[in-house]
T-cell receptor, first 114, second 112 residues
Framework: EAGVVQSPRYKIIEKKQPVAFWCNPI?????LYWYLQNLGQGPELLIR????????DSQLPKDRFSAERLKGVDSTLKIQPAELGDSAVYLC????????????FGPGTRLTVL | GNSVTQMEGPVTLSEEAFLTINCTYT??????LFWYVQYPGEGLQLLLK?????DKGSNKGFEATYRKETTSFHLEKGSVQVSDSAVYFCALRTGANSKLTFGKGITLSVRP
């Protein structure tokens, strides 16, 4: 069984540029999560999807961040425009359903904003 | 709100040494507790969990006991191996609809 796939693995951009991250969860997993992980910190939830519905986006900075999961499978997280403070690792995770304890994480995308 | 506090790292041990990584928590309600591990170049993966007080989670020689009276979930292993070198995160959630709250993580390096 393939794991959670994320691309790109690394991205370097200049501030004020847009950037997008892609995630393909494990097949059959209905719940998808995007996390932000700053250096030396644990992951923090940005948004959670149940199928194509965003059920918890309270931590997503909506002025510059957006996300979509149009067909309830893969998902895209976008930042526009990027700021220096957005440099971090962006993690995607999935689980079979909302209440399942175990989340499966992708390797993450490391974003550097210059 | 919910929070998880992990001991400061990094931790460096010799192979076959005993490992303890401390984790304490603050939570509303009765949380489920987790240890996730991140090996170099890989995504986080669930190592073990405990869902109620006095439960002991175990996996790959690691153990952690849910201590409600001390609000702790310390990770232990009797004899570490070089392959245990990774970052370890303690986490909690307080319900099926709630988010995972992670600690800062601690880096463990095991030398031969």
């Amino acid at each position: 069984e393939a794991g959670v796939v994320q691309s790109p693995r690394y991205k370097i951009i200049e501030k004020k540029q847009p950037v997008a991250f892609w995630c393909n969860p494990i097949s059959g997993h209905n719940t998808l999560y995007w996390y932000l992980q700053n250096l030396g910190q644990g992951p923090e939830l940005l948004i959670r999807y149940e199928n194509e519905e965003a059920v918890d986006d309270s931590q997503l900075p909506k002025d510059r961040f957006s996300a979509e999961r149009l067909k309830g499978v893969d998902s895209t997280l976008k930042i526009q425009p990027a700021e220096l403070g957005d440099s971090a690792v962006y993690l995607c995770a999935s689980s079979r359903w909302e209440g399942e304890d175990e989340q499966f994480f992708g390797p993450g995308t490391r974003l550097t904003v210059l | 709100g919910n929070s998880v506090t992990q001991m400061e790292g990094p931790v460096t041990l010799s192979e076959e040494a005993f490992l303890t990584i401390n984790c304490t928590y603050t939570a509303t309600g009765y949380p489920s507790l987790f240890w996730y591990v991140q090996y170099p170049g890989e995504g986080l993966q669930l190592l073990l969990k405990a869902t109620k007080a006095d439960d002991k989670g175990s996996n790959k020689g690691f153990e952690a006991t849910y201590r409600k009276e001390t609000t702790s979930f310390h990770l232990e292993k009797g004899s570490v191996q070089v392959s245990d070198s990774a970052v370890y995160f303690c986490a909690l959630r307080t319900g099926a609809n709630s988010k995972l709250t992670f600690g800062k993580g601690i880096t463990l390096s095991v030398r031969p």
